[in-house]
């Protein structure tokens, strides 16, 4: 446009391809890693099993063939396997789902919990293991749980049809009702007695080593879906990003998809915490970390959170295994721990600046 | 204007095999808040191409008209059509793969990088994926612009001015019939002004599209627009060529200012007189 002297011409074209391929290597490598990390976690047990029989034993039971030593093969499918796959189920999800709010809300502090979701959650749990209300009975909390996880959605998909749901409105709608949840769930605990107050207080830290291979394949196929979906969705989170109206004018409806994403992301983040317990710090911390790497392009920033979000989730599994054997801690106390000065850090170093 | 293969791009004429008419049209469109109206009874039709540029006075709604184009504000009562179709009954998407609109200024909380964010105006074309194509027509836009040395940094970091020629270089990018932008050159030096009146109007005239611009200055405007529409009192006042609209008496009725014209080199010239107490 001007004519005086300027540097050599754009060359976005190579600087795209180079991006692409580091992006790429990013979530290869992530991926990789969980794989090899989940064999290793599965080793590490009162019981010494090499990786070797690990590897055996997940190949014996994909393709359903007979397992050389029954007792090793019941020790990693039906003892290990069932929380190391919750583990990182659940970190993937979690991720997940931290990116789709944390895009769409243009906001670097929404996850799942400031969402109001896991303290929905939360309330569903306590209501269930204390008064002993069940939604549907015999179901135990995980229903209750869930259910109580999509309140927060539902008051804002209902509010949405009286005003415009922009992303200030369901931050403050997630946060109101995450306080409201919160103080009933303290009330409850006040009157509980104590072995029911022990009961709540584990689940509200959040484990992994409850659930078992149903449970684990249910929230699977939950996350998968839901990442399918929001992958698919990912240039339009991008738009989003870019504010309202710019997202408009390039061909987003943005009032429309945000409710629908809100909804599905929603979905799996309560699937997640209704089997797991409250797992903070996960959601809200990959996909910090991983945007400092490769990028807010969210095409890339979905599986590369997700799979990251699964190695620390993992990672988190590991320490808690380990740390006070022969007592398995809770997971959710080691991703606070991890991500708490993980998190400050990241903001220390914010050279980057990768949010403002 | 740099002359390479890269940035011909860009210029390509509008394709037009269905012949679809190329147009924007106001039909006794009133928009306002609860009961007060900004505009009243608005009949406009714009159906030449090359650059128009609306101004007025503050506050007049010259924002305003140009968003009921695109939908992002809703006219109480009345139409807009684009290309021939009501716009109430396209898509954001459909809108979008016609018409790009250029806004003031726009913040963002997460980094994005310049070209990415110019890289975002292919989403009407482009949809998911990312072609070649795609990557070349941002280079292209990114060297139109001269905004080359900014090619790595966070569009955060940018001065106002900077980001506005992000924003015009993601508006070009969308290949538009139509292209509107909202005071684009309020932030920018008076070469640059220059620069991307000349650019816009040969724009308009090579790609032979319709330009519409939200504007303030009035020598510019009359310099380089082929036609203005000067707006007042809930609608359009004057609408024209730039010395039929921008005389002494017009300029005195809508923005109470004493102006001297003169018309120098076929170029209407526009001196204010400066009041003092």
């Known amino acids: 446009m001007s004519d005086d002297e300027l540097p050599a011409k754009s060359n976005f074209e190579s600087e795209y391809r180079r991006l692409t391929a580091k992006r790429l290597g990013f979530i290869a490598i992530c991926a990789i890693a969980c794989l090899l990390l989940m064999i290793f976690a599965a080793t590490i047990g009162s019981y010494p099993i090499s990786a070797g029989e690990v590897f055996n034993s997940i190949l014996d039971a994909i393709l359903g063939r007979e397992p050389a030593d029954e007792g090793i093969y019941h020790i990693v499918i039906n003892l290990r396997m069932p929380a190391i796959v919750t583990a990182v189920v659940c970190g993937f999800g979690l991720a997940v789902c931290g990116v789709c709010m944390q895009s769409m809300l243009k906001n670097p502090l929404a996850d799942p919990y400031t969402m109001g979701i896991s303290s929905g959650a939360g309330f569903g749990a306590a209501l269930a293991m204390i008064v002993g209300f069940e939604l549907i009975s015999g179901t135990g909390l995980v229903v209750n749980a869930f259910i109580f996880a999509l309140l927060p959605a539902l008051v804002i998909l209902f509010l949405s049809k009286f005003r415009n749901a922009t992303p200030t409105m369901m931050i403050l709608c997630g946060i109101a009702l995450m306080y409201l949840f919160n103080a009933a769930t303290q009330l409850f605990m006040l009157i509980a007695d104590p072995e029911d107050l022990s009961a709540v207080y584990k689940w509200m830290i959040g484990s992994v080593d409850g659930t078992n291979m149903t449970e684990a394949a249910i929230v699977l196929v939950v996350t998968i879906l839901g990442t399918i979906y929001v992958q698919f969705m990912s240039n339009q989170l991008n738009l989003m990003g870019l504010g309202d109206e710019s997202a408009k004018t390039l061909g987003v409806d943005v009032e429309r998809k945000r409710l629908i994403v809100l909804m599905v992301v929603t979905m799996v983040a309560a699937t997640i915490v209704s089997f797991t317990g409250i797992i903070g710090f996960v959601g809200l911390v990959a996909p910090h970390m991983v945007r400092a790497i490769i990028g807010t392009d969210n095409r890339y920033l979905v599986p590369a959170s997700g799979f990251f979000g699964a190695l620390l989730l993992l990672l988190s599994h590991l320490v808690a295994m380990t740390i006070a054997q022969p007592t398995i801690l809770p997971v959710g106390v080691i991703t606070s721990c991890i991500g708490g000065p993980l998190f400050l850090f990241l903001i220390l170093r914010n050279s980057k600046e990768v949010w403002s | ?277």
């Open chain 2, 1 to 277: 204007m740099d002359d390479s293969d890269n940035i011909s791009l860009l210029l390509e004429p509008r394709k037009n095999e269905d012949g679809t008419p190329l147009s924007v049209r106001f039909e006794n469109m009133t928009f306002g808040y609860d009961e007060k109206n900004i505009l009243e009874n608005v009949n406009l039709t714009i159906d030449e191409p090359g650059l128009l540029c609306i101004l007025g006075p503050n506050g007049v709604g010259k924002t305003t008209i140009v968003k009921c184009i695109n939908k992002l504000l809703k006219p109480k009562s009345g139409s807009v059509y684009v290309n021939g179709k009501n716009v109430h009954d396209m898509s954001l998407l459909d809108i979008a793969k016609i018409l790009a609109f250029v806004p003031n200024q726009q913040q963002t909380v997460f980094s994005m990088t310049v070209p990415e964010a110019i890289l975002m105006g292919r989403h009407p074309r482009a949809g998911w994926t990312t072609s070649q194509r795609d990557i070349q027509i941002v280079d292209a836009a990114i060297d139109l612009l001269g905004l080359q040395e900014f090619s790595t940094r966070d569009i955060r970091q940018l001065s106002a001015g900077q980001t506005q020629r992000v924003l015009i270089a993601r508006g070009l990018v969308q290949e538009p019939d139509i292209l509107i932008l909202d005071e684009p050159t309020s932030n920018l030096d008076v070469k640059f002004q220059m620069d991307v009146m000349r650019f816009l109007k040969a724009y308009a005239r090579d790609r032979g599209i319709i330009v519409i611009m939200v504007c303030h200055d009035l020598n510019i405007t009359a310099a380089y627009a082929d036609r203005v529409v000067l707006m007042y009192g809930k609608g359009v006042f004057a609408d024209g060529k730039p010395s039929e609209v921008l005389t002494a008496e017009n300029i005195k009725t809508v923005y109470k200012v004493d102006a001297e014209v003169n018309t120098k080199n076929g170029i209407t010239q526009i001196n204010l007189i400066p009041k003092f107490d």
